[in-house]
DNA sequence: GATATTTATTAAACCAGTTTAATAAGAATC
DNA sequence: GATTCTTATTAAACTGGTTTAATAAATATC
């Protein structure tokens, strides 16, 4: 678990100790490609941290599905209103790909914050950190167009396109598999 | 400082000699109607409670004035990425009513957090709770129509309606102040 | 209370997306 | 390797916004 303690002391310092103790709750978890860590209506009890392969956070709505967020290596994540609301999801976490995840159950969160100051400290920073990639993506998406969001993500997370497949990513950048296909048709006549 | 009090113990049990030490550091401030918190260019050193008011939050781009947030009483705010990474502003927080705030400098945020563990787990969870906040706008701006955000904003912030002049709310909802009219009418006409 | 300024509505032309449907290309399966 | 299923592109008609400009209504100022 060395890239999730890594990880970990880039937000703020921990002490050996803290960290052993810390650590000891994380179970190694293995999702085959097209399974699920969690499903609409099922009780989220865990907090993640994905060692390697790619998640899918989506809705279905009226029959469309709505992507939230690709989770891919680093990413810390869970279904967080849930999780903190214990209420079942309405949401859908996919392996894309085999995939590892680092997980922890939300008493031995709990544990940990309690026994660390330090760990809790790092639990703020980066739900911190989430605060404000999520404000940047409120905006982008009020202030880019669908082309220019199109390019952004192509530029931070180009790895994502050879990953996922095209109406996918359409998803997430909130637009039909048809309108991101005129965008890349247009881009690629200039 | 009741109302902070009251707020701050919402999210987790604080002893009152630690809520004691907390609360010296915050310092009354006032604001006339039109006065800025914060421009461009500047830095942000505060974290505030908004007491009474109403401020919002906007950049201006090529022109344009993008109103990220509006931030009434009960509100934490500051302008959050400037003041984590202290580099200058690219937003204006302005008083658009005369407004009294509650401000913590950065530093003595850290006094406080260092001082008592209780008071950083406030600081995680409210943080948690503008992070599902901000989740559930980026996919209400993802999933809904404008129509639709236009009513949802009517039915959960009614007053800021007689609070602030529609063009702003347009901008608020990202769209012309020509499309909210638009809008307007045809709900109107039902 | 008349005048100037700000804010909201309306109209017209335009545009970037949508939906639906057909087609083409690629990948998986027998 | 032919067939089936999935994914991506294209076309055509449509729609909900945009921009620009004119007008109307509300508010502030002298």
Redesign the pocket.
Known sequence: MEDLKKTIRSFTHVSDSDMEFGLQFYKNEVYKKGSFLIQPDQYMYNFYFLKQGCVSYYTIEEGTTRVMEFFTEGYFFTDLYPYIEEIPSESYLEALEDTIVYAISKTDVQKVFDYSHALERFGRLSMQKTFVINFQRINQLRNL???ERYLQLLEKRPTLFQRV???LIASYLG???????????RLSQK
Chains 1, 2 share one sequence.
């Not at 637009?175 to 048709?185: A, E, Q």
């Open positions: 167009s669908n082309q497949p095209q109406y637009l039909t598999p048809v309108g991101l296909s005129k965008i890349r048709k």
